[in-house]
């Protein structure tokens, strides 16, 4: 058999995203940085085709350009159509090219999951002339298929035509060479093609992929609706071109700003997408909007609505509302509670749902009043249920409203162009709220029973270690431990170590998702109902030796020095330094086991994806700590240091 090739539809005019389509043709309208056809030929790119064509009518210069600079460009050739050939024309113009062997054909709009392999297989095993890649697709099902899923009518027929069932075309097809001799010069369709292959007692069978993720972006709702998506699917909350400058511009969630972009400081970016070209300008406001260089199209947000709406908490805090009321559901994290924002044209909130059974309501409710007294800003309280709510809500939620900290983690602050001395200010300011609850909070504890109470002790450190083993090393990298027994000796000599070192109030869980930044630059903490007394450099491991924001070691020598010098000052003469910052590689070690656990779990057990593309860095801290510590935990160090950083997802 002759290789694979693979054709691409892109000449169209891409009518219906105009005026976005005015300025660049479909084919390269990019998604988070990436101009959509080179998704599709990533997607081609899964079996083994070896030459990809494309044609070419509008903007032909522009994806010339592009093909120039893909990585990949020797394996493309082009196709230009003075007039538009159609969908079949474009065929028959390449047919040279096409000839010799069976290829796939892919529109230049749609993003799926479809396997193409599976379609291949198919197209081959049935001896078919074209096989289709179809699914049940209201909006578009005009396809008719027999029982053995055999193309026998294309059209929206008045009646169910008996004994056929109709679906939807996804764009996505695998002919064989013989279906080119049945095209004619010049313009044709395609779908007139298929009949004329029936006709001529060719098979034209189909695979139905009904279920498979599936979108054709070339609606502006449609286009913006799949970015926001992937967004969401790859954890983040903004996108920025590492091109764009966003110093002094306020970001909300949602946010995505194209290479070509231009920001102006003092800009405010919500739920909108800035293409080449678009001017961000001082002093506006730009949300639920694509913009470009003359342009900008309204987009409609989608509402949420709680499990059961806490109406009389809500009602409190709105008072007489100036306006509409609106929901919308936030967040990207991996807990069981949901977070919906609820604003009007003056007010705005967030409102927690936890199940009735979360064991962290309460504790969140009394660790918010005694932070808050003590400066850790953290959110303000503006009402709650009780802590045991009498009686419970049918839907068995319970829910707390909270001041609004706005969409931008430091995670997310990070993503954007930021000068360095800015980016080690707001790191300062971070430290100065962890130096506050290592110290200040501390010495106070007692005014917090509950927490004072809870020690991060053995106990809580061996479950961390075993979690590491159960879902990373065996769970998600299915690794075989040599001797279980020497390894959970090594464990337990770790943990008596960690919980020995003297404890202060921690947080636990102190990185840059749990950090929110307000006005550019003030940090106010968030996901504190987990804190315990522990080990203070647990909470600077979890900060300084961040997975999800990774520093240089000169960058994060200095802050250590920071956090180091702003203890002192507290402490004075009795901070031994040399004693703590022996404490900080067991942390270290601990807490990296304990997180690449939870990516484990959070991956494989609850199913969020994106958490898998934290897993390189965090095992590349933790190869660093076992290769420091191998004589002392030899037992770990065989377990981890060829460990492949590399996760299939």
């Not at 892109?10 to 300025?23: M, N, Q, S, V």
């Not at 699917?233 to 110093?247: K, L, Y």
């Not at 939870?598 to 801290?621: E, M, W």
Request: charged share 25%; glycine share 8%.
């Amino acid at each position: 058999m002759k290789e694979i090739r693979a054709f691409i539809l892109a000449a169209g005019l891409g009518e219906r995203l105009r005026p976005i389509t005015d300025h660049l043709p479909k084919p390269l309208l990019p998604i988070l940085g990436r101009p959509v056809i080179e998704r599709v030929i990533e997607r081609i790119a899964a079996v083994p085709v070896k030459r990809i064509g494309i044609n070419l009518h509008y903007k032909p210069e522009m994806i010339r350009e592009w093909v120039g600079t893909f990585d990949h460009s020797g394996d493309i050739e082009l196709f230009y159509e003075k007039a538009i050939l159609g969908t079949g024309g474009a065929l028959k113009n390449a047919e040279g090219f096409l000839d010799g062997s069976f290829f796939v054909v892919h529109n230049s709009d749609i993003l799926s999951d479809i396997s193409l392999g599976v379609l291949i297989e198919r197209h081959l095993s049935e001896g078919n002339c074209v096989t289709l890649a179809v699914h049940d697709h209201h909006t578009f099902n005009n396809v008719w298929i027999d029982e053995a899923g055999r193309l026998r009518f294309v059209g929206n027929a008045g009646t169910e035509k008996k004994g056929l069932r109709n679906v939807a075309f996804t764009g996505i097809a695998v002919y064989s060479p013989e279906f080119l001799t049945l095209l004619p010069a010049g313009n044709s369709s395609i779908v007139d093609m298929w009949l004329k292959a029936v006709s001529s007692g060719l098979k034209v069978g189909t695979v139905d992929f009904s279920g498979c993720s599936w979108e054709d972006i070339g609606t502006p709702a449609a286009f913006s609706s799949y970015i926001f998506n992937v967004l969401k699917e790859e954890g983040e909350t903004i996108f920025a071109h590492n091109s764009v400058d966003c110093s002094g511009v306020q970001l909300g969630a949602n946010a995505v700003i194209e290479k070509g972009s231009i920001l102006e400081k003092g800009a405010s970016l919500r739920n909108c997408i800035l293409l080449p070209g678009a001017r961000a300008k001082k002093g506006e406001y730009t949300e639920n909007a694509i913009v470009g260089p003359d342009y900008k199209i309204g987009l409609q947000e989608q509402p949420s609505i709680p499990a059961s709406l806490p109406s009389g908490m809500i009602r409190d805090f709105m008072g007489d509302s100036s306006g509409d009321i609106t929901m919308t559901l936030i967040g990207t994290g991996g807990s069981d509670r949901n977070y919906y924002r609820i604003r009007d044209r003056q007010k705005k909130a967030v409102l927690m749902e936890c199940p009735k059974t979360d064991p962290d309501y309460q504790r969140h409710m009394i660790y918010t009043h005694f932070f808050r007294r003590y400066s850790v800003p953290v959110p303000e309280l503006l009402g709650s249920d009780s802590a045991d709510p009498k009686p419970v809500s049918p839907s068995g939620y319970i829910y707390a409203l909270f001041e609004d900290l706005g969409d931008i983690s430091l995670y997310s602050w990070l993503k954007c162009n930021k000068k360095a001395c800015s980016v080690e200010a707001l790191y300062k300011r971070v430290l100065d709220i962890l130096i506050g609850l290592h110290t200040v909070v501390t010495k106070n504890v007692s005014e917090c029973l509950l927490l004072q109470s809870r020690v991060f002790d053995y106990s809580h450190l061996r479950w961390e270690t075993d979690y590491f083993v159960e879902r990373f090393v065996t769970g998600l990298k299915g690794a075989l431990i040599s001797d279980t027994g020497l390894l959970e000796g090594e464990f337990d000599r770790l943990a008596k170590t960690v919980d020995s070192f003297g404890k202060t109030v921690v947080h636990r869980d102190f990185q840059s998702q749990n950090i929110m930044v307000m006005n550019s630059d003030m940090p106010r903490v968030i996901d504190y109902q987990g804190a315990r007394m522990g080990p203070p450099a647990y909470d600077l491991a979890s900060f300084l030796w961040d997975p999800y924001s990774p520093l240089d070691d000169g960058r994060r020598a200095a802050l250590l020095g920071y956090y180091i010098a702003g203890v002192k000052g507290h402490h004075g003469s009795s901070f031994d330094e040399a004693a703590f910052r022996q404490t900080i590689l067991p942390c270290r070690l601990q807490r990296h086991m304990q997180a690449l656990g939870a990516y484990g779990f959070l991956s494989k057990v609850k199913g969020i994806a994106h958490f898998l593309k934290h897993v390189p860095q965090a095992l590349r801290y933790l190869k660093e700590e076992v290769e420091e510590v191998k004589d002392e935990y030899p037992v770990l160090w065989e377990c981890v240091k060829d460990m492949d950083e590399n996760i299939e997802d």
